[in-house]
């Protein structure tokens, strides 16, 4: 189930004021809501809620067990083999078809080539999410930062529907202590959840889609079809795109979350605001970088063992990042080139001085080089895409519709904090019955801009 | 203090989320109410019974009260599809081809001339290549277009999620009017078929349900509008691609009939609109996921069963070239 679409929509007017029915009592809203995620995933596909349970299950022992070991080398064992089947259901199912064509390709090549086990495996919506969050909590209860939480309330934080499929990827330890009570009925953010939810609607529907339909999907599947400014345009509209496609479903989930009373960590800060790519990464994706950071960076040893660790570490970071995004070249290379950018920027130390203008231009077009490596479907793809820029050939992609949205999605991020914050709360503020017309409004309008395609699935869905 | 206690956003109450989440379901009801019911159809099980429960009487009430009109009227302009209002070629009674009184002409069009011994007509050249269907379509449309662009001008125009026996989507009949057109194709690539099985309307309006020799019939006729469209007059070339065997038995049971009508219904014009059938490269023996290609062992179908993969859709672009230079040069 999609968030714009009307499966989901009856779905949630049917959940939310059965929710807050029940809120009074955790006994039965703790498992009506995770019927209800449990419904809301098996809309996809219910073979996947028995990967989901048996995730949660694994983690959910492995955290009790460890709460009540003594020794420390024991829980540091059950933490070790528990993120490692995380990691293999991971790998069994995203990247098992990967390694086995690379193997076979490399065996070939030798002339050892044999026929490896073809495995057909449908990708579980939002497992490299749910299984992220899993590896959190049950490394954080080992370090102490939380004690286990009951079987019902690890249940409710593993499969919580708002941000099951896609993120944010929510620490245990901002999510459970909101079970310790149900949350109160009168101090709940209406407006900043209806915002949110037309906001995200708008970024999603309405620009994301129509980038995608209209400049982006044309031009990457074949460029050499098209000249120097198209190819452009096009890795400026999947700049766009990406960004408002990911944070407009971060802004619904979020926004879903307020309104069942549920706050969910921020997840982008105007990331093509960011004048270097540490500032771009503690705005982009926020919880999974910080997720990169507390459990991949640091255990490796941080910036704490002299610069060539550091680097290091730097760059098994961000290519293991990239990896998570999807079994394939292009995916490794995006992480490698953001872990060297991040290298060489550690390097540089400030001494390079650059007036801010520049360091934001430079920043913004390795971010823009970056998403075409990621977005391109091989790298022979990437070269012959690249190669485009050096074409003539006229604009034929950049119509004003598509420089409007451009100009709307990079320009505003730039434009100072404050007065957009201020703004949003100003809204937010707006009596919800207001709010409510203007939503309505919002979705009759954005679904007019869906094709006949429909809408097509959230980018991040593919991982 | 989270972020949202800090701006004081935190000030009303669960009964007003609940309340404004109910007035957006219900102003949604009234004014997209037909759309909603057109959603609930296409969705089967439960899911579907209750979108089409909560859909028949929305759909009721907004055109009752002519609200679907004002949100349709209001939001037109932003619709990116195309309009074929005005295209002629849809599937109304006004234009069948022939009535059930008449015997339809046999024309020379429906005889492939090397099979009466005639040598084949010579190649025409190749400017534009329209390749079309629903999400079948694709990425065979972008394998042919990798294949031959810059020689050829490719135009990608998938419909994803449409079918010939659905027109509450798209009309097939006036969308292929609309794309010979605005493109007038030499050569006309359709695979189509993921999205069909819905009932049609017959002679008398009365629905008729797949899968019998009725609704193959409707079929074939929509099929057959569809290629004498594409075909134009004989200045065009049509490569029709059949569907391959399907995983689910409920799908294989459309498909077959599918592909039995597709075949009866471009019989007229043997010489101009090819059929190229996948069943016979993919799924000779019955369905299969993985087919051997150049000697080693490769997964062709998606998990969903439908699908061709990348793998198979190259596979696929390497027969419909074959037949492109049949006819083509380029």
Redesign the interface.
């Known amino acids: 189930m999609i968030f714009p679409s009307?499966?989901f929509?009856?779905f949630?007017?049917l959940v939310?004021?059965l929710s807050?029915l029940l809120?009074s009592r955790p006994a039965l809203w703790k498992p009506f809501i995770t019927v209800a995620s449990y419904v809301f995933y098996g809309?996809a596909s219910w073979s996947f809620c028995f990967l989901l349970a048996g995730i949660t299950a694994g983690n959910q022992l492995a955290a009790v067990l460890i709460g009540r070991a003594q020794q420390e080398r024991v829980k540091r064992g059950i933490v070790a083999i528990t993120v490692a089947l995380d990691l293999g259901v991971l790998g069994v199912f995203k990247y098992y078809g990967f390694f086995a064509q690379q193997t076979a390709d490399v065996l070939q090549k030798v002339g050892l080539g044999m026929?490896l086990p073809?495995v057909?495996?449908?990708l579980p919506v939002g497992v490299s999410f749910f299984t992220f969050q899993a590896i959190s909590y049950v490394v954080d209860v080992k370090r102490g930062l939380l004690e286990p939480a009951r079987w019902l309330d690890a249940t409710v934080y593993l499969s919580f529907f708002p941000h099951l499929v896609a993120g944010p990827i929510v620490r245990a330890r901002e999510f459970l202590p909101q079970l310790a009570t149900p949350?109160?009925?009168?101090?709940?953010?209406?407006?900043?959840?209806?915002e949110l939810i037309a906001l995200g609607l708008v970024k999603k529907v309405v620009i994301a889609d129509?980038l995608a339909?209209?400049v982006v999907d044309?031009v990457f599947?074949?460029p050499?079809?098209y000249g120097g400014v198209d190819a452009l345009t096009a890795a400026y509209a999947y700049t766009a795109q990406i960004y408002c496609d990911f944070s407009g479903y971060t802004d619904m989930a979020i926004g879903l979350a307020?309104?069942m009373?549920f706050?969910f960590p921020?997840n982008f800060r105007s990331p093509y605001r960011a004048t270097g790519l540490r500032d771009f990464w503690r705005r982009w994706h926020m919880t999974l970088s910080r997720f990169l950071r507390d459990f991949l960076y640091i255990p490796l040893g941080g910036n704490r063992h002299g610069r060539l660790l550091t680097y290091r570490n730097l760059l098994i970071t961000m290519v293991l990042g990239g990896l998570w995004h999807g079994a394939a070249w292009t995916f490794i290379l995006w992480g490698a080139l953001h872990g060297v950018g991040l290298i060489v920027e550690h390097a540089l130390g400030g001494r390079v001085r650059m007036p801010g203008w520049l360091r934001w231009l430079v920043t913004f077009h390795v971010v823009v080089f970056g998403w075409i490596l990621f977005r391109s479907p091989s790298l022979s793809a990437v070269g012959i895409f690249l190669s485009r820029f050096i074409a003539g050939g006229s604009a034929t992609l950049l119509t004003p519709l598509v420089l409007i949205s451009l100009l709307a999605v990079i320009g505003l991020q730039l434009i100072p904090i404050g007065p957009v914050?201020a703004l949003q709360?100003a809204i937010?503020?707006t009596r919800?019955?207001l709010?409510?017309?203007g939503?309505?409004v919002v979705?009759?309008?954005a679904?007019?801009?869906?094709?006949?395609?429909?809408v097509p699935p959230f980018i991040y869905f593919r991982f | 203090m989270?972020?949202?206690d800090e701006?004081?956003?935190?000030?009303?109450?669960?009964?007003?989320?609940?309340?404004?989440?109910?007035?957006?379901?219900v102003?949604?009801a009234l004014?997209?109410g037909p759309?909603?019911l057109h959603?609930?159809e296409r969705?089967t099980g439960l899911?579907g019974e209750?979108?089409r429960g909560?859909g028949r009487p929305a759909a009721s009430a907004s055109k009752r009260l002519e609200l679907a009109e004002v949100?349709h009227d209001?939001?037109?302009f932003?619709?990116?599809?195309e309009s074929l209002g005005s295209a002629g070629g849809g599937f109304s009674g006004s234009n069948r081809s022939a009535s059930a009184a008449q015997l339809p002409a046999v024309t020379p069009d429906a005889f492939d001339p090397t099979k009466l011994g005639l040598p084949a007509p010579p190649k025409r050249s190749l400017h534009t290549l329209l390749v079309t269907g629903d999400s079948m379509s694709m990425?065979l449309?972008?394998d042919l277009?990798?294949q031959l662009?810059?020689r050829v001008h490719?135009d990608?125009d998938?419909?994803?999620?449409?079918g010939i026996s659905d027109s509450q989507?798209?009309d097939w009949g006036k969308l292929s009017t609309s794309q010979v057109r605005n493109d007038h194709p030499d050569a006309v690539v359709v695979f189509i078929g993921a999205n069909e099985g819905f009932p049609m309307a017959g002679p008398n309006g009365r629905q008729i349900e797949c899968c019998s020799p009725e609704w193959a019939a409707l079929y074939a006729e929509r099929v057959r509008i569809i290629a004498n469209t594409y075909r134009q007059n004989g200045d065009a070339r049509v490569f029709w691609v059949t569907l391959p065997d399907q995983r689910e038995a409920a799908r294989e049971k459309i498909a077959r009939v599918v592909n039995a009508a597709i075949e009866v219904g471009v019989q007229p014009w043997a010489d101009q609109v090819r059929l190229l059938n996948a069943a016979s490269i993919f799924t000779p023996n019955g369905y299969r996921?993985?087919m051997p290609i150049a000697g080693?062992?490769?997964?062709v179908?998606e998990?969903?069963g439908i699908h061709l993969n990348d793998a198979g859709s190259k596979l696929l672009a390497s027969y419909v070239i074959a037949d492109l230079k049949r006819d083509f040069t380029y």
């Open positions: 009307i499966q929509a009856a949630f007017t939310l004021p807050w809120m809309a026929p073809l057909q495996l449908a949350r109160d009925p009168e101090h709940v953010a209406v407006g900043a959840g209806i129509f339909r209209t044309p599947a074949v050499q079809a307020l309104l009373g706050v921020q914050e709360v937010a503020r919800p019955i709010l409510g017309v939503l309505a979705i009759v309008f679904g007019a801009t869906v094709s006949s395609q429909g | 989270g972020r949202f701006a004081g956003e935190r000030r009303y109450s669960a009964r007003e989320a609940v309340l404004v989440v109910l007035l957006v379901a102003l949604l004014f997209e759309s909603i959603a609930g969705m899911g209750i979108i909560v949100a209001s939001t037109s932003l619709t990116p599809n990425p449309d972008s277009a990798q662009v810059p490719v990608q998938p419909h994803i999620g449409t989507i798209v996921d993985a080693a062992e490769t997964i179908r998990s969903d």
